[in-house]
């Protein structure tokens, strides 16, 4: 059972343009949801997360969303650079922690 | 500040061989956790110490594998006897307490033939 789906296993976005990468999830107990990268051969690394209060977050050119009525996050990258060609993974935990992440599948960029 | 470290990077061996890896974590991390990545998949979760007590342990396969943390610092993962289906890439991570961003190590691949 994928609690957590990323139903696009790769993605291409030319140099500049936006990058979208999109997560479901099916656990409404979900209420807290990360994005972590990862580059081969290197483990994966924190990006941004968002809490269930909030609907949005901002970083530089990362930024998330959350539709929690539609159990669904996006990860925008504005504007896309070369080096972000890896592999973006999206996670989520229940009570506002970080201690039981469930990961999805992940999508290579 | 160093990341977490691990070793070895890469391992193969024969089925039904033993096998360990450490885990070196971030210094002042008291939350280790120990994932499992299949190729093509996120990491899930095998156990979970909160300094040297294992808090979390329900999906680590306690018949072949087992783990520790001896003084709360570093942390070893065994399979005694590894088997085809355990190839795969074991991840360590860190944070500071519950709450803390989890950082990762760069993983073990392992192999069995």
């Known amino acids: 059972d994928q609690q957590v789906k990323q139903n696009s296993p790769s993605l291409s976005v030319q140099e500049g343009r936006i990058s979208i990468l999109n997560c479901d999830y099916t656990n409404s107990m979900f209420d807290y949801f990360l994005w972590y990268k990862k580059y081969p051969a290197e483990g994966p690394t924190f990006l941004i997360s968002i809490s269930s209060i909030k609907d949005k977050n901002e970083d530089g050119r990362f930024t998330v969303f959350l539709n929690k009525s539609a159990k669904h996050l996006s990860l925008h990258i504005v504007p896309s650079q070369p080096g972000d060609s890896a592999v973006y993974f999206c996670a989520a935990s229940a009570g506002f922690g970080n201690e039981k992440l469930t990961f999805g599948t992940g999508t290579r960029l | 500040e160093a990341g977490v470290v691990q070793s070895p990077r890469y391992k193969i061996i024969e089925k039904k061989q033993p096998v360990a890896f450490w885990c070196n974590p971030i210094s002042g991390h008291n939350t280790l956790y120990w994932y499992l990545q299949n190729l093509g998949q996120g990491p899930e979760l095998l156990i979970r110490?909160?300094?040297?007590?294992?808090?979390?342990d329900s999906q680590l396969p306690k018949d072949r594998f087992s783990a520790e943390r001896l003084k709360g610092v570093d942390s070893t993962l065994k399979i005694q006897p590894a088997e085809l289906g355990d190839s795969a890439v074991y991840l360590c991570?860190?944070?500071?307490?519950?709450?803390?961003?989890?950082?990762f190590g760069p993983g073990t691949r392992l192999t069995v033939l």
């Open positions: 110490y909160e300094n040297e007590e294992a808090v979390d």
């Open positions: 991570a860190s944070s500071l307490g519950l709450a803390g961003t989890q950082f």
